[in-house]
DNA sequence: AGACACCGAATAGTGACTTC
DNA sequence: GAAGTCACTATTCGGTGTCT
């Protein structure tokens, strides 16, 4: 298809701001067979080529871009007629390699433009599955995560452990105060060491923490009031 | 409604290469 | 070496969507 004919059904677009820096056009030679596919697929998802491009070389790890095969220039006999329709050589006939034009910024070489239109391509025909990381550093991620969460749940073991066993009647003694702010019977904490007591509990129990618990936070509470924090 | 931003197509300009 | 051809980049153009 010529350049000519490739206006036929522009894809929507949106207008992004400016990010500084003007973009430029590439010329990306590539057979005919090939710019036909990058074409119909852009238009299959009402997208620009430039889209298809910019959203491989966004979302796919720039070794993976640089991995895939490369479709390749045109063989050598597969030129293309395109007459000039104004200008001052209005009427001239160029041949020329069959190309595939868009509009990036700058910086980015036309192979890796063509790699990632052919990752595109075939990814779209279920040909090639991308990974969006590097193995390596997804096994270490999900290392990472799973000692989290082991770490985690040895936490909310030992903090159960230690919770204080909510009192069936509420707190209505000092005593019952002193056990719900975890400190022995016979205990005679000053009130500083009662505020700080209640503090860290109040924000273990805290109904908007992760171990948030009503009841028990509700006895706090009232341990506090009993003894006139 | 008009300004702005973006797009692909079309074309100009230029340099490398080929042919005579 | 001059002229022609080819291929590339840069620029311009017209169309379109978004924002104010």
Do not use: W
Request: charged content about 25%; proline content about 7%; hydrophobic content about 45%.
């Amino acid at each position: 298809m010529p350049d000519s004919l490739m206006s036929a059904q522009r894809p929507i677009r949106k207008a992004v701001p400016r990010t500084g820096e003007r973009s430029r056009t590439y010329a990306i030679p590539c057979s005919a067979g090939f710019r036909d596919q990058v074409t119909e697929l852009a238009q299959q998802r009402g997208v620009s080529i430039a889209d298809l491009a910019r959203a491989i070389l966004l979302t796919v790890p720039e070794a993976t871009v640089n991995a895939a095969p490369d479709p390749g220039e045109p063989p050598a006999h597969e030129r293309e007629e395109v007459t000039l329709l104004s200008g001052a050589s209005k009427g001239r006939v160029l041949r020329r390699k069959p190309r595939l034009q868009v509009r990036l910024q700058p910086g980015l070489a036309v192979v890796q433009l063509r790699r990632a239109l052919g990752l595109a391509v075939a990814m779209a025909r279920g040909d090639h599955v991308v990974a969006l990381e590097a193995p390596a550093a997804r096994g270490k991620q999900a290392d990472r995560i799973k000692a989290l969460e082991e770490e985690l749940e040895r936490l909310r073991l030992m903090l159960s452990a230690v919770a204080f066993e909510p009192l069936k009647d509420g707190v209505r003694t000092r005593m019952q105060a002193l056990y719900v702010l975890g400190f022995p019977a016979d205990a005679q904490p000053d009130a500083r060491a009662l505020k700080a007591r209640y503090r860290m509990l109040a924000m273990i129990f805290h109904p908007d923490s992760p171990q948030g618990d009503t009841l028990r936070m509700g006895q706090l509470n009232a341990a506090r009031d009993l003894l006139r924090l």
